[in-house]
DNA sequence: CCTATTTATCATTTCATCATGACAAAAACA
DNA sequence: TGTTTTTGTCATGATGAAATGATAAATAGG
């Protein structure tokens, strides 16, 4: 669903915007349990995709470039993940649209659908603030019963 | 979501249940566009989980083994792929329960849990039959707006 | 100006998945 | 019986993600 990647992305941000300043590379990796190199890499992704900004020196470290409630899980994973954006066929046929749908297009769909609304809608702040989701956001996913 | 070779069995599944006799591991290959070499090796585990049957010789070729209906995709697709089967905390502390919740807890069970439905409820023959969904198991699942 | 601290960058290793190729075993049919 | 067709099994090679290790560049503070 997310890689090893995105994960460590989507931590490190979480754990980074709960504290007041700049965030070491190293107290990162303690909150996160990655590895330092390795997550040092994944910081500098999000630093040149906008999602943090980093400082060297003393008194550097890594805090969020953007304001919280902006910053959805779709940004900080995107460089990692593609998340389905477009509707990507649980066959893998490639091409997979409304007009030639496969078989299990329609199955599929809803599922897919409600992923990508939880990806792009919900925001670390959504996350740190606890709200179950954000408000006036409410989607509604019917899997079975029913016709089109 | 589902590797390769998750992806290769439900459609080499999908396939064979749609012939009528046993199908060779040449036609599966050719209907999903699989390398024939590496997909025998997962119509073989398909066959020593119970999903396919295989019959060696000149008439022989790869037949479904269970009723259609009865065939989930979660079977198809879990000896190769994990589907979230208990909660999968999104992230990643391993252990996430309903007492000891993650700050992203509430927030992805829900499109957690139509994922694993439609896995666990969606059979090959819901597919083929190009139902919307197996009647009578509908699951409304609510993203935001509302409290518990 | 020097030194400690921190991010930035590069080269290399490990590992699982995907894929290829060759050969053995079984079954049907002439 | 022997030949062809099919599945079963093993050994090996690509490929990309994950992880490791070493070194360079910047910055603050004494």
Same sequence: chains 1, 2.
């Avoid at 979480?14 to 910081?43: C, F, M, W």
């Avoid at 899980?73 to 749908?101: K, W």
Wanted: charge should be positive.
């Amino acid at each position: 669903m997310v890689s090893q990647s995105g994960e460590y992305a989507l931590r490190a941000v979480l754990h980074i915007a709960q504290q007041g300043g700049p965030t070491t590379a190293e107290s990162v990796a303690d909150a996160v349990a990655a590895p330092r190199n390795y997550l040092h890499k994944v910081l500098h992704v999000l630093v040149r995709h906008g999602v943090l900004k980093s400082l060297r020196g003393r008194t550097g470290g890594f805090s969020v470039a953007v304001p919280l409630d902006t910053l959805t899980l779709h940004a900080v994973v995107a460089p990692f993940d593609a998340i389905p954006s477009r509707q990507r066929c649980i066959l893998g046929r490639g091409e997979c649209n409304e007009a030639d749908p496969c078989t299990a297009h329609w199955h599929w769909k809803a599922v897919a659908d409600s992923i990508t609304k939880f990806f792009r809608s919900t925001t670390i702040a959504d996350l740190i603030e606890g709200r179950r989701a954000p408000a006036g956001q409410g989607v509604m996913v019917v899997l079975g019963g029913g016709e089109p």
